[in-house]
């Protein structure tokens, strides 16, 4: 447990120093909001369907943003090769990935915040109790994410152009989280407050974790 | 020799389905003619997911062994799965023009049929553009179990996606009862179509073990 704190604390530091991939995701979330209004704008909707749009929108700036939080943070490991210092480092394989995927986790988890802010404020939608089952959705479906997205950004730092491979591998393979996370949110956005089905979503979490947690070093090794 | 059989049964089958889909099989009483491509459009659909679950399995094995015909069997079937994925969304674009009117809809089986497509491209991508040919098997082969492992989850999604927003878009697909002489017509075309796979399968393994000696005997040569 120890060396997978130590990493956390290693790439938060980092962050907290560079203030780099954050602030990038989070601009870049506001922003894919932002281009949706105008999309949006020329199929003239009822303003009181906006809401309806929220689930949608709410995903689209989540995977976007998450798929480029995943190659800055997989950059700062392929800068000055210090991959290598990680991958000598005196702690199994898969406790490397589970620290990348919750450091990775972590920084997603925050500009998922104020993604879902942006949506609440673009989207005219009512805070209430419903958006805490919208943040639990986006606490799930994040770890999914984040699960596939760490694997497949090592994949892809193998890739003479990783940065255009990740987003190619990642989003058909995230397609069912995704689905089922835009239907979980817009059931939990509804007005009576239904609970949504979170089955599928856990179901992803765990068969993806797994598998990467076991099929990791395959990555690494050299 | 396997290969001489094959490479003598496949055709013949071929003609054999050509000859069942369109002169045997009796022409369907509402879409007419077109419903023919029916019996080619559903043994490559079915074909491509053979050759998905191969990808799957060659993919685990060869993590689990490290044996390079594993990996050739992978990406080869990969490939396969590609084109046949390719074809079957095709005809069915084809056919759904005349008879739904629109080249595509989102159905549960559609969408699924792409997204199979697409995560297999992106295997197949992701093998020509890693930089170190050792590395390509095991990083292939690990997106290969991933992609395999999204299967029966992408199923789900899009079943219950589907369902959570019912949509009447197919009035009477192919689904509801087949005259018993279209059923021996896609028997023919789905044996021959999977033969055609197998054939393929074999053929491009055995080039692709060949461009292997090949590397291995340029890198013999530029080293001396």
């Not at chain 1, 958006?131 to 694997?151: D, N, Y």
């Not at chain 1, 987003?167 to 995704?178: E, G, H, N, S």
């Not at chain 2, 396969?80 to 005349?98: D, E, H, R, Y």
């Not at chain 2, 930089?131 to 292939?140: E, M, V, Y």
Request: neutral net charge.
């Amino acid at each position: 447990m120890k060396p997978i704190l130590t990493l956390i604390l290693k790439d938060v530091s980092i962050e907290l120093r560079r203030k780099e991939s954050v602030a990038a995701m989070v601009m870049f979330g506001i922003l894919v909001m932002v281009i949706f209004n105008f999309a949006i704008e020329s199929a003239n909707v009822d303003p009181a369907l906006r809401p309806d749009l929220a689930p949608g929108i709410l995903w689209v700036a989540v995977s976007l943003s998450g798929i480029l939080g995943l190659n800055r943070t997989l950059a700062i490991d392929l800068d000055n090769d210090s991959i290598q210092g990680l991958l000598l480092a005196p702690l199994s394989r898969g406790s490397l990935y589970l620290g990348k995927v919750l450091s990775n986790l972590l920084f997603i988890l925050v500009s998922d915040a104020i993604a879902i802010l942006s949506v609440l404020v673009f989207y005219d939608l009512d805070a209430d109790r419903r958006l805490l089952w919208v943040a639990l959705v986006v606490l799930l479906g994040s770890i999914g994410f984040a699960s596939v997205g760490t694997i497949l950004s090592m994949v892809s730092s193998h890739t003479r152009m990783s940065e255009v491979m990740l987003p190619v591998l990642l989003i058909p393979m995230t397609i069912p989280l995704i689905i089922s996370c835009v239907a979980a949110t817009a059931t939990a956005l509804t007005r009576d407050a239904a609970r949504p089905s979170l089955s599928l979503i856990i179901g992803f979490d765990i068969i993806f974790l797994v598998i990467s947690y076991l099929v990791f070093e395959h990555v690494v090794e050299e | 020799m396997t290969d001489r059989i094959l490479g003598i049964l496949t055709p013949l089958a071929l003609v054999a389905a050509l000859w069942f889909a369109f002169i045997y099989a009796p022409t369907e009483a509402t879409m007419g003619t077109v419903q023919r491509i029916f019996y080619f459009h559903v043994p490559a659909g079915i074909t491509s997911y053979v050759a998905f679950i191969v990808v799957g399995i060659g993919s685990l094995m060869f993590l689990y062994s490290h044996d390079p015909k594993w990996d050739r069997l992978a990406y080869c079937s990969a490939e396969i799965g590609v084109l046949f994925a390719s074809m079957n969304i095709t005809m069915g674009m084809l056919w759904a023009k005349p008879v739904w009117l629109v080249w595509w809809t989102w159905d549960a089986r559609l969408t699924l049929q792409l997204l199979l497509a697409l995560i297999f491209i992106s295997y197949l991508m992701l093998g020509a553009y890693v930089a170190d040919p050792l590395k390509r098997g095991s990083l292939q082969a690990v997106v290969g179990l991933l992609g395999a492992a999204d299967v029966p989850l992408n199923y789900m999604a899009i079943r219950w996606w589907r369902t959570q927003h019912p949509e009447p878009v197919i009035g009477g697909g192919e689904g509801s009862g087949l005259d018993p002489d279209m059923y021996v017509a896609l028997g023919v075309a789905a044996v021959a179509i999977l033969l055609l796979y197998v054939y393929l399968l074999r053929r491009r393994m055995a080039v692709e073990a060949s461009s292997e000696k090949l590397r291995y005997l340029e890198q013999m040569v530029a080293s001396r």
